[in-house]
C-alpha cells in the first residue's frame, strides 16, 4: 500500500510548492495511516489507496484524488472544496462537516457513507451512487445530482434548493425536512420516500 501512495504522489511533491501544500505532510501521508490536519492542497493523489486512512481535518482544496481508494477513511470536516473525486471510492467512510463547495464527485461511490452536515454547495455529484448515505443536514444547494442513485438515503434537513435532481432515484429516501425549493426532479423516482414537511415551492416535477 505504501508503495501505490508513494507512486502516486511522485508529482505532487515535485510541484509542491506552487500548490501550497507541506512535502512533510506529504511524507507523513505516504508513511502512515494518519494525516489528521496535514497540509495536501493541490497534491497529486489521483489514484492512491487511502483506505481506513484518518485525514480528519485536512487541507485537501482543489487535491486531485481521481479514482481514489477513500472507503472508510476519515475526511470528518476536511476542506476538500475543488477537489476531483470523480470516480473515487468513499463506501462507509466519515465526512462528518466536511466542505466539498465545488468538488467534482462525476460517479462517486458513497454507499452508506456519512456526509451529515457537510456542505456541497454547487458539486457535480452526477450518477454518483449514494443510497444508504448519511446526508442529514447537508447543504446541497445548486449542486448536480442527475441520476444520482439516493435510494433509502438520509436526506433530512437537508437544504437541496436549486439542486438538479433529474432522473434520480430516490426511492425509500428521508426527505422529511429538507429545502427542494426550486429544485429539479423531473423524472426522479420518489416512491416511498419521506416527503413529510418538505418545501417544494418553485420545484420542478415533470413526470415524477
Do not use: W
Not at 515535485?14 to 493541490?42: R, T
Not at 476542506?79 to 462528518?96: C, P, Q, R, T, Y
Not at 450518477?127 to 442527475?146: F, P, Q, T, V
Amino acid at each position: 500500500m505504501k508503495k501505490s501512495i508513494i507512486l502516486s504522489l511522485a508529482f505532487a511533491m515535485i510541484i509542491g510548492p506552487a500548490f501550497g501544500f507541506k512535502e512533510a505532510d506529504l511524507n507523513q501521508l505516504s508513511n502512515s495511516e494518519y494525516c489528521v490536519k496535514c497540509d495536501l492542497s493541490g497534491a497529486d493523489l489521483g489514484g492512491a489507496r487511502l483506505y481506513g486512512h484518518n485525514l480528519s481535518g485536512a487541507d485537501l482544496r482543489e487535491a486531485n484524488l481521481f479514482r481514489a481508494y477513500l472507503g472508510e477513511a476519515n475526511l470528518s470536516y476536511a476542506d476538500l472544496s475543488g477537489a476531483s473525486l470523480d470516480f473515487a471510492a468513499l463506501e462507509s467512510a466519515n465526512l462528518v462537516g466536511a466542505n466539498l463547495n465545488g468538488a467534482d464527485l462525476l460517479s462517486a461511490f458513497l454507499y452508506k457513507t456519512d456526509l451529515s452536515k457537510a456542505i456541497l454547495i454547487d458539486a457535480n455529484l452526477s450518477r454518483a451512487i449514494l443510497n444508504e448515505a448519511n446526508m442529514n443536514g447537508a447543504d446541497l444547494s445548486g449542486a448536480n445530482l442527475r441520476y444520482g442513485d439516493l435510494k433509502t438515503t438520509n436526506l433530512s434537513s437537508s437544504n437541496m434548493s436549486y439542486t438538479d435532481l433529474t432522473r434520480a432515484e430516490l426511492s425509500g429516501a428521508d426527505l422529511s425536512g429538507a429545502d427542494l425549493s426550486g429544485a429539479d426532479l423531473s423524472g426522479a423516482d420518489l416512491s416511498s420516500s419521506n416527503m413529510s414537511y418538505v418545501n417544494l415551492q418553485g420545484a420542478v416535477l415533470l413526470n415524477t
